[in-house]
């Protein structure tokens, strides 16, 4: 039963959407402004961008972070129809996933949505009431495919490339009559869903354009019997050139040599991840000059805090190191983030941008076990019940949902202002410059180092930009310092009338030499391997720990290797050793440890990369030096694809 605040508003607008032509069904009751608006977030105007660009938001969890519990508000604080608050935000289009049966034997649901047909026809009902267009996304898959898999449905599984092809076919005709008779206003459908290395259990190009091929007449015949108009679009990811600087346009050109038929080419584009805005221009105006294809933003997102909202860990978590310079973690910096995506790409000529999963909000506090919630609603990413069918991935690291402080409503479903940047993209924001957010303060010296705290400190403004901005210390706290050995010390401090507290720390010294390899020289470090050398000093600041480089590793094969350092000249002594790591896709049976070796002995401590920027420290104590010499390093065993960085190597004497 809907609650009582829900209801009223709902009723309206299935009482409107019932009224309307069918040429205006999809009309917004919520007409963009004319003019800038007061708010209390900064977005500069786009007066490029026009009223008809996708402002697409993919709400495919609502459902089942509804069916957990968890509710959702507008901007007046009453509860009320998510698509509703999204069509005041300015969304206009809502995109749903569509897996064929993503539920075991005994009908538990995988999780991530429990995305079926169903659900989608109830969710498109919804949307299409609140006046959205709506974007189907099928993925043909029982559940998530991407680049890193491409399982095809149960019921497919055992059939020949001609089979499978005609069970598509009917599946997507199916699907797509059965959600026009319910009245869900289908204006696009996905072919496939980041179809890079394959679709529905095919690898092969010529496969999939099989698979392709009647993904699309089945839509196209849908559309032709139905007389309405209803685009295609395919799905691709791996845009950033520098990471795969051939494997985009490989796929274009293929894509044309097979004659695939699609109206739109549809990228993902996380900022951070894919790449800079410029590069993502490159490929948008690629497909749009060389192949005569629109092309629109497939999927995008950014944090509004690096607070976790469930417990289970975020996808990215969004600290200082792991940010995109100038994007802070704040409704502001989300905000600012989207705005760019859809300037940048709208300058390139795309003809929207879809923000992935906005809508998917925690179903249970960080403190609580959310687990039963997962499980029973499919309100986590994936649930146990998927292991027979995604034994390498869902199997392995099921539960709640990463993407929670990547939605556009708080943990507790209220809409953030950020929301309210689609409507504001064309004329912008009427809004007072000021402090969005103060990075941390970090302070350090050596031992019988001088203290000294900066006078001022870089904020980020709510515009983007960096200002130096005056501080003041508690003199107290500052006269508490002592350098005399290793310790941490807190000092309070004030900007504006904003507290702070910076982190002064009195270091050891670091004895490892090239500790963090951003030096050329790195004959310091032996590496040893079994097989290929499965390493190289990388240079890309989102995977070091600090500065630009870390060393490196993957390979298509398994990989057995050691990297060491052998220090001389150590005044005897107590000494710790640690490092920082980070990396995925690595099996449970792989084998990673730190080890310092002196004196004829040996000590290691065993440790485990999870998944990107989650750095683990790895520490060793009390190696006892008495003739001068350690040796450290690491030694990773790990399976075939596993990969990962390992950065800022430290050799302290501690006593």
Excluded at 98 to 106: A, G, Q
Excluded at 481 to 488: L, N, P, R, Y
């Amino acid at each position: 039963m809907k609650n009582k605040f829900a209801f009223f508003p709902l009723f309206l607008v299935t009482l409107f959407a019932a009224c309307s032509s069918k040429k205006s069904a999809n009309k917004s009751r919520f007409p963009l402004p004319k003019q800038a608006e007061e708010s209390s977030i900064y977005i500069a105007p786009c007066p490029q961008i026009a009223d008809d660009f996708i402002r697409g938001m993919d709400a495919s969890a609502v459902l089942s972070v509804e069916k957990s519990g968890a509710k959702f508000y507008g901007f007046d604080g009453k509860e009320q129809d998510v698509f509703l608050t999204l069509a005041q935000g300015g969304i206009n289009y809502v995109r749903f996933r569509v897996w064929n049966d993503p539920f075991d034997e005994n009908g538990n649901g995988y999780g991530g949505g429990n995305n079926d047909l169903a659900t989608a026809i109830e969710l498109g009902k919804r949307a299409t009431s609140a006046g959205l267009k709506t974007q189907i996304d099928f993925h043909y898959s029982d559940f998530w495919a991407d680049p890193k898999r491409q399982h095809a449905p149960k019921a497919w599984q055992d059939l020949d490339i001609e089979k499978k092809s005609a069970a598509l076919y009917e599946f997507t005709k199916s699907s797509l009559n059965k959600l026009l008779d319910a009245g869900v206003d289908v204006a696009m459908v996905q072919v496939g869903n980041e179809i890079n290395n394959g679709m529905s259990g095919e690898t092969g190009f010529i496969n999939v354009a099989k698979l392709l091929q009647e993904g699309s007449r089945a839509v196209r015949e849908v559309a032709k019997s139905r007389k309405k108009e209803i685009s295609v679009a395919l799905h691709y990811t791996h845009i950033n050139l520098e990471n795969y600087p051939d494997e985009i346009s490989r796929i274009a050109m293929a894509l044309k040599n097979f004659k695939i038929d699609y109206d739109i080419m549809g990228l993902s584009f996380y900022p951070f991840w894919d790449g800079t805005m410029a590069n993502m221009q490159r490929v948008v105006k690629m497909f749009r000059e060389d192949y005569q294809k629109k092309v629109m933003i497939a999927e995008t997102s950014y944090p509004f805090t690096s607070e976790d909202g469930d417990g289970f860990g975020n996808a990215f978590a969004g600290k200082e190191k792991d940010l995109v310079p100038g994007y802070p973690a704040t409704p502001q910096g989300q905000a600012r983030a989207v705005r760019d995506v859809c300037a940048f790409s709208n300058e390139a000529g795309a003809m929207g941008v879809f923000y992935w999963e906005g809508t998917w909000i925690p179903v249970g506090k960080a403190t609580e076990d959310n687990s039963a919630k997962w499980e029973k609603f499919g309100s986590g990413w994936a649930s146990s019940y998927c292991a027979k069918y995604d034994p390498e991935d869902g199997a392995l690291y099921y539960g709640g949902g990463s993407w929670d402080n990547q939605a556009m409503f708080d943990f507790y479903g209220r809409p953030l202002e950020s929301l309210k940047v689609w409507r504001y993209l064309r004329y912008g924001t009427k809004c007072q410059l000021k402090i969005d957010y103060i990075p941390s303060v970090e302070i350090s010296c050596d031992v019988g180092g001088t203290v000294n705290l900066p006078s001022a400190i870089p904020v980020i403004m709510n515009d983007g930009k960096t200002e130096q901005v005056a501080v003041s210390w508690n003199q107290d706290d500052v006269e508490k310092i002592s350098t005399q050995k290793a310790a941490v010390f807190s000092v309070a401090g004030k900007v504006e009338d904003k507290n702070i507290s910076a982190r002064f720390e009195v270091k050891n010294i670091n004895h490892a030499k090239n500790p963090s390899f951003e030096e050329a020289d790195t004959s310091m470090w032996k590496i040893i391997f079994r097989g290929e050398n499965p390493t190289d000093f990388q240079k890309k600041e989102a995977d070091a720990h600090s500065g630009k480089t870390a060393l490196h590793f993957y390979s298509e094969q398994e990989m057995d290797f050691e990297i060491s350092q052998t220090l001389e000249g150590l005044e005897n002594g107590i000494y710790a050793v640690s490092l920082f790591a980070q990396g995925g896709d690595v099996s449970k049976n792989s084998r990673m440890e730190i080890f310092a070796h002196s004196g004829g002995k040996e000590i290691s401590e065993p440790f485990m990369v999870t998944t990107w920027v989650d750095w683990k420290n790895p520490k060793i104590t009390g190696i006892k030096v008495d003739d001068g010499k350690l040796t450290f390093g690491a030694r990773i065993k790990c399976n075939a694809k596993g990969w990962g960085t390992l950065d800022d190597f430290s050799v302290f004497k501690i006593d």
